[in-house]
């Protein structure tokens, strides 16, 4: 059975978790394909620590972490609410397609309405069907104002 706990990082068990998923994430082909280095392995759990508007959940199997979310608290202007944005989700190559993804979204869900957040957010790879085609499945969709402007695009600049 596969329970999902937001995760405690003071906790070495959902530290280690967190960094050993996150890692094998980076190391999927929809994560970029290479590994976290180092410096960030060792820095990761301090940075998101200090960031009260972080929040993790874990999904385990017995004692076996197999899936991740790392979401962002954020804020709508459009709606005066927060918002919550899931940054980060993964599940382990051997557990794909029972439900886990569903499972890590409904508990984000349930964290969000707590929060009293308008809505949650999240940026898909274009090429990433199978994820898209979930996000479809539990409700999301592209974001668009009017049609004729077209769909929002996710830009980034290096610093």
Same mark, same amino acid.
């Given at each position: 059975?596969?329970?999902?706990? @937001? ?14 998923? &996150? ?8 994560? %970029? ?10 820095? &990761? ?11 993790? /959940? ?8 197999? %899936? ?42 349930? /964290? ?44 980034? @600049? @290096?610093?």
């Amino acid at each position: 059975m596969i329970a999902i706990v @937001k995760a405690d990082l003071t906790r070495t068990e959902h530290a280690q978790a967190l960094v050993q998923l &996150l890692n094998e994430y980076a190391c999927d082909p929809m994560g %970029g394909g290479v590994p976290l280095s180092e410096q960030v392995q060792k820095s &990761l759990i301090g940075a998101m620590s200090s960031r009260p508007h972080l929040h993790s /959940f874990i999904a385990y199997d017995a004692e076996r972490p197999v %899936g991740l979310m790392n979401t962002v608290e954020g804020f709508s202007t459009f709606s005066a609410k927060p918002l919550l944005n899931i940054h980060d989700v993964m599940v382990n190559r051997d557990y794909r397609g029972r439900g886990i993804a569903a499972q890590l979204f409904d508990a984000a869900e349930a /964290f969000a309405r707590s929060l009293g957040c308008c809505k949650m957010t999240l940026e898909v790879l274009e090429g990433n069907q199978p994820a898209r085609a979930s996000y479809t499945r539990l409700g999301f969709k592209p974001y668009q104002l009017d049609p004729e402007a077209g769909v929002a695009q996710f830009w980034e @600049k @290096k610093i």
